[in-house]
T-cell receptor
Framework: GENVEQHPSTLSVQEGDSAVIKCTYS??????FPWYKQELGKGPQLIID?????GEKKDQRIAVTLNKTAKHFSLHITETQPEDSAVYFC????????????FGTGTRLTVIP | EAGVTQSPTHLIKTRGQQATLRCSPI?????VYWYQQALGLGLQFLLW???????NRGNFPPRFSGRQFPNYSSELNVNALELEDSALYLC????????????FGSGTRLTVV
């Protein structure tokens, strides 16, 4: 199965700075890469995703980049705000066939006001 | 549209007992996934049900089992509870059996004493 590694495990940034979280995957056939945000006491929520036919996707302050050759993808948050503080998970899946999402180990992001 | 609902929100059991956790997917979603999130750790895949059948199973012992009902709701059963089973159990549903489009519930916090 797929193996997804995520770094760093914890990240602290000053409000207004940028935050970058990186993930690598092992299955070259994986072609869908979502990112989830989990706030305290809640389930993970999808915040952005990217497919392997796209190199970059942006949604306001959040962007995701994908390097298929190197098998890694990253989440970029610009102009961070205190409400961005949460645990972020990356995931990967091969959309063909019967597969479930494989998640990274999570990054606890703290935005310091 | 109602989201994924899980019950109960909290559950306290004694070691050796059985626990039953329930999940109602979003209307129209046929796939249900169960994940275990131990404190401070990532999302470990447990089980995936689609159209009433078990489609995939994670690396967990057989005392973790479940089923999916004709209305696509699901329950997770954990027999012979051990202290290390204490965790947040998350259910997710998706419309398509190939994974993308997961929506998570808020989870059931199981504590084994």
């Amino acid at each position: 199965g797929e193996n997804v590694e995520q770094h760093p495990s914890t990240l602290s940034v000053q409000e207004g700075d940028s935050a970058v979280i990186k993930c690598t995957y092992s299955d070259s056939a994986s072609n869908y890469f979502p990112w989830y945000k989990q706030e305290l006491g809640k389930g993970p929520q999808l915040i952005i995703d990217i497919r392997s036919n796209v190199g970059e996707k942006k949604d306001q302050r959040i962007a995701v980049t994908l390097n298929k050759t190197a098998k890694h993808f990253s989440l970029h948050i610009t102009e961070t705000q205190p409400e961005d503080s949460a645990v972020y998970f990356c995931a990967a899946i091969r959309e063909t066939g019967a597969n479930n999402l494989f998640f990274g180990t999570g990054t606890r992001l703290t935005v310091i006001p | 549209e109602a989201g994924v609902t899980q019950s109960p929100t909290h559950l306290i059991k004694t070691r050796g007992q059985q626990a039953t956790l329930r999940c109602s997917p979003i209307s129209g979603h046929t796939s249900v996934y169960w994940y275990q999130q131990a404190l401070g750790l990532g999302l470990q895949f447990l089980l995936w049900y689609d159209e009433g059948e078990e489609r995939n199973r994670g690396n967990f012992p057989p005392r973790f089992s479940g089923r999916q009902f004709p209305n696509y709701s699901s329950e997770l059963n954990v027999n012979a509870l051990e202290l290390e089973d204490s965790a947040l159990y998350l259910c997710a549903s998706s419309k398509y059996s190939r994974g993308p489009g997961y929506t998570f519930g808020s989870g059931t916090r199981l504590t084994v004493v």
